[in-house]
C-alpha cells in the first residue's frame, strides 16, 4: 500500500512539474516568437502527456479496486464493532 501511494504521489509530482514546464513556455516571449505551429505543438504534446498520465492513474486505481474487493479483512462481517480503550 506504502509502495503504491508513493507511485501515485510520484506520478502526480511528474504531472505536476510538466505541466508547469509547458505553461511556462507557453507563456514565454521567445516559444511565442518561433510562430504559431510551435506553440500548436506544444499544446499537442500538453494534451498528449495529460491524456497518458490520465490513462495510467485510472488503470492503476481500477487495479487498486480490484486488489481491494479481493482482500478479505477489509470486507469486514457487519455486526463487527470496534471497541476504544479509553485509559483515565
Known sequence: MRTYLLLRLYRLTLLLGTSGAIVTALASE?????????????????????????????????????????NRVINLPPKTIFIASVRD
Do not use: E, R, T, Y
Request: charged share 5%; glycine share 10%.
Open 30 to 70: 521567445n516559444i511565442q516568437a518561433l510562430g504559431p505551429v510551435i506553440i500548436f505543438l506544444l499544446k499537442v504534446a500538453a494534451l498528449g502527456i495529460s491524456a497518458a498520465f490520465a490513462v495510467m492513474d485510472f488503470s492503476a486505481s481500477g487495479h487498486w479496486n480490484g486488489q481491494a474487493a479481493d
